[in-house]
């Protein structure tokens, strides 16, 4: 089945320490999300990519940061991460083409900092 | 400023019993809504949408929503509900046209009683 995979699905890294999470899909979307959530708030949105067109959004920390090396695969790097990132985070994908369509999600990667 | 409100944080239901999840917005244009669940740990998987035509609109799993324009609404129901409903349910507005940006509503927590 086509789909949006994350990839680990839970991931523990050393406060200040350096992680990347994975996004992988097989929907040949153009649109690839990531998305921030912490418990019991909705998803907030950090960037995505439209095609290879990176978009961050405004409040973003700069810690955040972003590659889509081709259209399956999309990465969310944490340079230095704080107790403050641990949060739920979680890859979209959409095919823009005019107009509105909806986003796919990932199971989601769990971010424990410790 | 564009909004979506869910009004009702936790909302509890006995099995079987009928639901509605209420969601109101606040958006200039047409708006492009959308209905998502969240189950423990999970991801968001899409329910229904509504971007134009009938106002009544079905979706997976037996849920329905209504677009109301006079009431800025798009409320969700469920005739009836089976504890695997027990979950947390995401109201968003696609907003704009640049961006494709989703405006997310607080999500309400659905609690299932035996």
Same mark, same amino acid.
């Given at each position: 089945?086509a789909?949006?995979?994350?990839? =680990? @699905?839970?991931?523990?890294?050393?406060?200040?320490k !350096?992680?990347?999470?994975?996004?992988s899909?097989?929907l *040949?979307h153009?649109?690839?999300?990531?998305y /921030?959530?912490?418990?019991s708030?909705? !998803?907030?949105?950090?960037?995505?990519?439209?095609?290879k #067109?990176?978009?961050?959004?405004? #409040?973003?920390?700069d *810690?955040?940061?972003? +590659?889509?090396?081709?259209?399956?695969?999309?990465?969310?790097?944490?340079?230095? !991460?704080?107790?403050?990132?641990a949060a739920m985070?979680?890859? $979209?994908?959409? @095919? +823009?083409t005019?107009?509105?369509?909806? $986003?796919?999600?990932?199971?989601g990667?769990?971010?424990?900092?410790v | 400023?564009?909004?979506?409100?869910? =009004?009702?944080?936790?909302i509890?239901?006995?099995?079987?019993?009928?639901?509605?999840l @209420?969601?109101?917005?606040s958006?200039?244009?047409?708006?492009?809504?959308f209905?998502?669940?969240q189950? =423990?740990? &999970?991801?968001?998987?899409?329910?229904?949408?509504?971007?134009?035509?009938d106002?009544?609109?079905q979706?997976?799993?037996?849920?329905?929503?209504?677009?109301? +324009?006079? &009431?800025?609404?798009? *409320?969700? +129901?469920?005739?009836?509900?089976?504890?695997? #409903? $027990?979950a947390?349910?995401?109201?968003?507005?696609?907003a704009?046209d640049? *961006?494709y /940006?989703?405006?997310?509503?607080?999500?309400?927590?659905l609690?299932?009683? =035996?």
């Amino acid at each position: 089945d086509a789909m949006v995979i994350q990839n =680990p @699905r839970y991931q523990v890294t050393q406060f200040g320490k !350096p992680v990347t999470l994975s996004c992988s899909q097989t929907l *040949n979307h153009n649109v690839m999300y990531w998305y /921030q959530q912490k418990s019991s708030q909705a !998803p907030k949105l950090l960037f995505h990519y439209y095609d290879k #067109d990176f978009n961050n959004e405004a #409040d973003t920390p700069d *810690n955040f940061q972003s +590659r889509r090396p081709n259209t399956s695969f999309c990465f969310l790097d944490i340079r230095s !991460p704080g107790l403050g990132d641990a949060a739920m985070y979680l890859c $979209a994908t959409s @095919r +823009r083409t005019g107009g509105w369509t909806e $986003a796919f999600f990932g199971q989601g990667t769990r971010l424990t900092v410790v | 400023a564009q909004s979506v409100t869910q =009004p009702d944080i936790h909302i509890t239901v006995s099995e079987g019993a009928s639901l509605e999840l @209420r969601c109101n917005y606040s958006y200039g244009a047409t708006p492009y809504l959308f209905w998502y669940v969240q189950s =423990p740990g &999970q991801g968001l998987q899409l329910l229904l949408k509504y971007f134009s035509g009938d106002t009544l609109v079905q979706g997976i799993k037996g849920f329905e929503a209504e677009f109301k +324009r006079s &009431q800025s609404s798009f *409320n969700l +129901r469920k005739p009836s509900v089976h504890w695997s #409903d $027990a979950a947390e349910y995401f109201c968003a507005v696609g907003a704009g046209d640049s *961006n494709y /940006q989703l405006i997310w509503g607080a999500g309400t927590k659905l609690i299932i009683k =035996p």
